[in-house]
């Protein structure tokens, strides 16, 4: 099939075009090389179109004769300030609504989205008493006070954290994350309107080869490495015990894959991308540091506004309908990616 990847030129949309031309796809990339995730001299891969998602007569030349779109194009992270957020909504929204009105004129009806786990805010907990719970925003004076875990909205005991899952509501708590919900509502408003098919890949915390070096749009493993290359020790924010899933950058460009060879089905359908295996910021730190035979990490306290606790995912329905289970074991990954060239 003939594929447009957006944001093809980026760390993760490389790796799922190098993919995608592996698995017999022609693959063309359309990517603007955006400041917040390529440095001034980067160049255009070799083939690729340098155009920006929001201009509509680019993306009507990168459609022509294309059967599935595999949009990975967008800013992420959590970005420097709220002034970030006209760009944020500018580029992922502004820009995935003009990439689906190009793509509804030339009759393109089949998207693979790149999603975040953002979009659920805090990820699942239960209450012994009120069973499954979204707790509210942490509050800042309990921060303040170190107490990191949040309590339950309607009796205030202690939670337990459990495995999010697709049909968890979509709650996001950041501007990033409030885009990505914003581009889940769109292209699930697109496929109704035009019977298209959606495939909304969520991808949890993503690390690998060619990730951006230490910028307010990078995710922590990027930091932290970072940090450990110029002989620092990683700092882990709150006390470290906060849970995610981190999956590696191949095994989201297989997920990229079997979405794009399963066969289309009408509608929008959301999966968590992850590896199954939950670890804390602080046990990846101290894996990370140990792999570069660095510093070992400093546990701060700090904390970013806007942050969430646990997120992690349930990666049952991926398996059942996509056929997807991950290959890199986090604790494992963490220790190539020691080695792994960054980008930037
Ligand atoms: C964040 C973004 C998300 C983005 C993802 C990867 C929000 C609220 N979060 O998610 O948009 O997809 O990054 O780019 O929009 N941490 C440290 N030390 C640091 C930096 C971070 O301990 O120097 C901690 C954070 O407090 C957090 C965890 O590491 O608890 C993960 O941070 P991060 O990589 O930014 O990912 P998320 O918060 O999961």
């Given at each position: 099939?003939r594929i447009l990847?957006?944001?093809?030129?980026?760390f993760?949309g490389?790796?799922?075009?190098d993919t995608l031309r592996?698995?017999?796809?022609?693959?063309?990339v359309?990517?603007?090389?955006?400041p917040?995730a390529?440095?001034?001299?980067?160049a255009?891969?070799e083939g690729a179109l340098?155009?920006d998602?929001?201009?509509?007569?680019?993306v009507?030349?990168?459609?022509q004769?294309?059967d599935?779109v595999?949009?990975?194009?967008?800013?992420v992270?959590?970005?420097?300030?709220?002034a970030?957020?006209?760009e944020?909504?500018s580029?992922?929204?502004?820009?995935t609504?003009?990439l689906l009105a190009?793509?509804a004129?030339?009759?393109?009806r089949?998207?693979?989205?790149?999603?975040?786990?953002v979009?659920?805010?805090?990820g699942?907990y239960r209450c012994?008493?009120?069973?499954?719970v979204?707790?509210?925003?942490?509050r800042?004076?309990d921060?303040?006070?170190?107490?990191?875990?949040?309590?339950?909205?309607s009796?205030g005991t202690?939670?337990?954290?459990g495995?999010?899952d697709?049909?968890?509501?979509?709650?996001?708590?950041?501007?990033?994350a409030?885009t990505k919900?914003?581009?889940?509502?769109?292209a699930?408003?697109w496929a109704?309107?035009?019977?298209?098919?959606v495939?909304?890949?969520?991808?949890?915390n993503v690390?690998?080869p060619?990730m951006?070096?230490?910028?307010p749009?990078?995710?922590?493993?990027a930091?932290?490495r970072?940090a450990?290359?110029?002989?620092r020790p990683?700092?882990?924010?709150?006390d470290?015990?906060?849970?995610?899933?981190?999956?590696?950058v191949s095994?989201?460009?297989?997920?990229?894959?079997?979405a794009?060879?399963?066969?289309a089905?009408?509608g929008?359908?959301?999966?968590?991308?992850?590896?199954?295996?939950s670890?804390?910021?602080?046990?990846?730190?101290r894996?990370l540091?140990?792999a570069?035979?660095?510093?070992e990490?400093?546990?701060?306290?700090?904390?970013?506004?806007g942050d969430v606790r646990?997120?992690v995912a349930s990666a049952?329905r991926?398996?059942?309908?996509?056929?997807f289970?991950?290959?890199v074991?986090?604790?494992?990954g963490m220790?190539?990616?020691a080695t792994?060239?960054?980008?930037?």
């Amino acid at each position: 099939m003939r594929i447009l990847v957006t944001g093809g030129a980026g760390f993760i949309g490389t790796h799922v075009a190098d993919t995608l031309r592996g698995g017999g796809h022609d693959v063309a990339v359309l990517d603007v090389l955006h400041p917040a995730a390529h440095v001034p001299a980067a160049a255009v891969p070799e083939g690729a179109l340098r155009a920006d998602v929001r201009d509509a007569a680019a993306v009507t030349a990168g459609l022509q004769g294309v059967d599935v779109v595999v949009h990975q194009a967008a800013m992420v992270g959590m970005g420097i300030d709220v002034a970030d957020m006209p760009e944020y909504v500018s580029c992922n929204d502004l820009g995935t609504a003009v990439l689906l009105a190009g793509m509804a004129r030339a009759g393109v009806r089949r998207l693979v989205l790149a999603s975040s786990m953002v979009v659920y805010g805090e990820g699942e907990y239960r209450c012994e008493v009120h069973g499954s719970v979204q707790p509210a925003p942490r509050r800042t004076e309990d921060l303040d006070a170190g107490r990191f875990e949040p309590p339950c909205p309607s009796c205030g005991t202690a939670l337990t954290s459990g495995e999010v899952d697709e049909d968890a509501p979509v709650r996001p708590r950041s501007v990033y994350a409030a885009t990505k919900a914003a581009q889940e509502h769109l292209a699930a408003a697109w496929a109704e309107a035009c019977d298209g098919s959606v495939t909304a890949l969520r991808y949890h915390n993503v690390y690998g080869p060619g990730m951006p070096r230490d910028t307010p749009y990078s995710g922590v493993a990027a930091i932290f490495r970072s940090a450990l290359a110029a002989g620092r020790p990683p700092r882990v924010f709150e006390d470290g015990g906060q849970r995610r899933d981190f999956v590696h950058v191949s095994d989201v460009a297989a997920a990229n894959l079997l979405a794009v060879d399963s066969s289309a089905r009408a509608g929008f359908h959301a999966y968590n991308i992850a590896s199954g295996v939950s670890i804390t910021v602080g046990a990846m730190a101290r894996a990370l540091a140990a792999a570069m035979d660095g510093p070992e990490p400093v546990v701060t306290g700090e904390y970013r506004a806007g942050d969430v606790r646990h997120v992690v995912a349930s990666a049952a329905r991926a398996r059942r309908d996509l056929g997807f289970v991950a290959g890199v074991d986090p604790v494992e990954g963490m220790r190539t990616f020691a080695t792994a060239p960054l980008r930037g």
